[in-house]
């Protein structure tokens, strides 16, 4: 049986193609394994220490080839492998704003905090960033970015209008993106794509075109439809990569709404969504109960926090 050994340094990725019968080389230095063989993906979840010495890293490998050979030759195996994923933790923050950890870098979305009565419970002046990515103009969208950018220093990933925009406001650590186009970072690669709304700045400066957001990662993948109406470009989403969970606007009225959330997860083929950019204003509130029972009868779960809870997908 042949597979494909994926391990994933600090460098970058590199990988291994070796044999079962022949036995497998002893890697070093490694992080965290993806395994691949034939149809089957897996991702260990149980992340072996880098570089404290060849010997433990060996062992750990020694340990985990064991593993591999007991699920992989077991008779009462069943087709697809299950090992258990590693989990990506997601905090909400209100409105849009959520932050996923992602290889060890705090991701941060559209901070809309210090405007949003809904989530006072929440400090902005507290809120981790390695990263604030802005999915268009609107300032429920990018209220406290500047403000978290300067007290973090964390890089403003968005469209080449926005970065421009926050470069004039003396922002200059700012990549920008546009659509179809995504760049590897040191937390995984992000690409920018479509969105149908708006994307005026706060001062009226033209804002580009709004987007959405796909991350991958060693952690997994993600999608972040941004504010956006159903569109069938989420099926070439759903065509090319597997998605951990879609973060989706249901809030109905400036975006999507329920029914056509539950048609974008099918079309991005993902059950687990977290719900975004509902209940802020009236013109947007949901009745949350009915919400998640419309997305369980569509076989989805539908997650909605609190603002400054967290959630593992
Ligand atoms: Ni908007
Ligand atoms: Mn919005």
New binding site residues.
């Given amino acids: 049986m042949s597979l494909t050994i994926r391990y994933i340094r600090s460098s970058g990725p590199a990988s291994i193609r070796s044999d079962l019968d022949s036995g497998l080389s002893i890697l070093t230095g490694f992080r965290r394994l993806v395994l691949v063989p034939s149809e089957i993906s897996m991702h260990m979840s149980e992340e072996i220490r880098p570089r404290r010495t060849t010997l433990l890293s060996a062992a750990g490998f020694l340990v985990l080839q064991r593993l591999l050979f007991c699920v992989i030759c077991s008779p009462r195996r069943s087709g697809r492998l299950k090992i258990e994923e590693g989990r990506m933790k997601v905090t909400y923050y209100g409105h849009a704003c959520f932050a996923a950890e992602v290889s060890n870098r705090t991701l941060l979305f559209d901070p809309f905090i210090s405007g949003n009565e809904l989530a006072r419970a929440v400090d902005p002046k507290k809120v981790p960033a390695d990263f604030i990515l802005i999915s268009?103009g609107?300032a429920?969208?990018l209220a406290d970015a500047g403000d978290i950018a300067k007290r973090t220093g964390a890089i403003i990933i968005s469209n080449y209008e926005i970065t421009q925009w926050f470069g004039r406001m003396g922002l200059q650590k700012t990549h920008p993106l546009n659509h179809g186009g995504g760049y590897r970072f040191n937390f995984g690669r992000a690409k920018f794509v479509n969105a149908i709304?708006?994307s005026s700045l706060p001062d009226g400066v033209y804002g580009g075109n709004?987007g959405g957001f796909i991350i991958e990662s060693a952690d997994g993948n993600f999608y972040y439809s941004g504010?956006t109406a159903l569109t069938m470009d989420m099926k070439l989403i759903g065509e090319s990569i597997d998605l951990k969970f879609a973060a989706l606007c249901i809030g109905d009225n400036?975006t999507m709404g329920i029914e056509d959330a539950i048609r974008a997860a099918d079309f991005v083929r993902c059950r687990e969504v977290l719900g975004l950019h509902y209940n802020t204003f009236p013109p947007i509130h949901i009745d949350e109960q009915a919400a998640m029972e419309q997305f369980k009868a569509a076989h989805k779960n539908l997650h909605l926090l609190l603002p400054g809870e967290s959630h593992n997908f």
């Fill in positions: 268009h609107h429920d969208h709304h708006s709004p504010d400036f």
